[in-house]
């Protein structure tokens, strides 16, 4: 049996009183709202600290609103389960509402929160495991060790951005914004990651995120999410496709964007996505083409690693139709693409 | 997998409903087997899946519909005309599925569990052979002189 360390629960009632515990504690504290990630990592042994500072009593943490002129503002403390059922997010961010809803199983979503799964500690085959396991191989580079079982000899970690909620947001160019005892700041979601497994964002542990926000996108915008994995319930992505099809009144794409996860550090947006689509008339010829294109810079700009479980030949093949089905979807106002 | 029909022959079926759980629970423990739990070792000699979360077992969406189908032979030797009805019908879930494997995509797998990473590296394998087994026919003759 794996059992949870020592250590203090703090519970404060309002986000200033969240900041000032973390500033006071630093990284020997972590804040905890679902608790479905990080319980299993303590008990791994993969976090040191002396206090949990429990979101639960924090209202002002919860709920999805309107934003001004068709945007949404999601507490990040809101439930997985409440924002993939919002009436509100399945019509304003398909892409996101497809994406909670796929998130793990569903006693997972109604514990675990929108903001646990944007700031998702990042995964790889040979460190969630628990510390008896790790000690055995002499432990990795992301915690406690020197060496990388992924790369062999590489020096930095590669463990893989796992959070559904990543790419869709990322697609929809959503903001973050973060408060500490220093003050409150939007930080892009895009400015939010860096390419190290180890910690694969720029926010410090005396950051707060507190609200998710998603700017309103125009009128004919579709969005799906497409995600593979090994089971139909339950199991962190093996791979993440989140898709933005932005469209005139003549359903001619304008805009486009595809960002995949599960295969480094950091969310991957495939480049020249919008140039392939753009002016592609939806359900025409020319925009079967344009997703084979899509599908095809997806394909060579992407490739996967020994980082999660999981074949990675397989994983780069599912690639290209992964991208294929989740923008023919999003076309046709339908998704999530998943295996059931 | 859509569904999985199971005929087990248990010689009387003393229990009839519990005889149908017990291939029901058979059936899934070889889907599992077949597709999904893997006892691989890693080059450290650790279990590759040492969790209920990276050992795969199947979870309800992940279960077809199961028919249980009783086929009663009384056996003189047994237990008021009965045989077993524990791990029997299990083994039969395995070469049905390599066969149904076969019969779809025309590979032939000999390692469990049946992932569709290895159908798709033995499907590669197999278009090799054809190309290398054309190519090598279709060589000019005399060609080797």
């Known amino acids: 049996m794996l059992r949870l360390p020592a250590f203090r629960v703090a519970r404060p009632r309002t986000v200033d009183e969240v900041c000032a515990l973390l500033a006071e504690h630093g990284a020997r504290a972590r804040v905890v709202a679902g608790g479905t990630d990080l319980l299993p990592n303590l008990k791994h042994e993969l976090y040191d600290i002396d206090v949990l500072v429990a979101l639960s009593d924090v209202d002002e943490l919860r709920g999805v609103r309107a934003g001004e002129s068709g945007g949404l503002s999601i507490g990040a403390a809101t439930t997985l389960a409440e924002v993939a059922a919002s009436e509100l997010v399945r019509e304003r961010a398909p892409v996101l509402a497809q994406a909670c809803g796929l998130v793990a199983g569903p006693q997972h979503r109604t514990m675990g929160t929108l903001g646990g799964n944007v700031m998702l500690d990042t995964r790889c085959q040979w460190i969630n495991q628990s510390y008896f396991w790790r000690q055995a191989l002499g432990f990795c580079l992301k915690k406690d060790g020197t060496l990388c079982h992924v790369v062999q000899g590489g020096q930095k970690c590669v463990a893989a951005a796992s959070n559904d909620s990543a790419p869709a947001l990322t697609s929809l160019n959503a903001t973050l914004a973060f408060q500490s005892s220093a003050g409150r700041r939007a930080l892009p979601i895009e400015e939010l990651w860096r390419a190290d497994g180890i910690w694969n964002k720029v926010t410090g542990p005396e950051d707060l995120l507190v609200s998710i926000e998603v700017p309103a996108q125009v009128a004919g915008h579709r969005g799906a999410y497409g995600k593979l994995r090994d089971r139909g319930s339950i199991d962190f992505p093996l791979l993440g496709v989140a898709v933005r099809l932005d469209c005139d009144d003549r359903e001619a794409v304008v805009d486009a964007d595809v960002v995949l996860v599960a295969l480094q550090a950091r969310p991957v947006r495939v480049k020249h996505v919008s140039d392939a689509l753009r002016g592609a008339v939806l359900g025409t010829d020319a925009f079967a083409e344009a997703v084979e294109e899509a599908a095809r810079l997806a394909h060579k700009q992407c490739h996967p690693l020994p980082n999660i479980p999981g074949d990675p030949d397989y994983r780069r093949a599912m690639i290209p139709v992964y991208v294929r089905r989740t923008l023919r979807a999003a076309a046709e106002r339908g998704g999530p693409v998943h295996h059931l | ?145």
């Open chain 2, 1 to 145: 997998v859509h569904k999985v029909w199971c005929a087990h022959d248990c010689g009387r079926a003393l229990n009839p409903t519990l005889v149908a759980g017990q291939i029901e629970g058979s059936v899934y423990m070889g889907l599992a087997e077949a597709l999904l739990e893997d006892h691989d070792v890693n080059r450290f000699g650790l279990h590759a899946g040492p969790s209920l979360l990276d050992y795969r077992i199947p979870t309800s969406v992940d279960t077809p519909e199961i028919e249980a189908l009783i086929v009663e032979s009384i056996d003189p030797e047994g237990p008021y005309g009965a045989k077993e009805a524990g791990e029997g019908p299990l083994h039969s879930v395995l070469p049905a599925l390599s066969n149904a494997l076969f019969d779809a995509v025309g590979v032939r797998l000999r390692h469990l569990p049946f992932t569709p990473g290895k159908v798709l590296a033995a499907l590669a394998a197999k278009r090799e052979a054809e190309r290398t087994d054309v190519s090598s026919k279709s060589a000019p003759a005399g060609s080797r002189s």
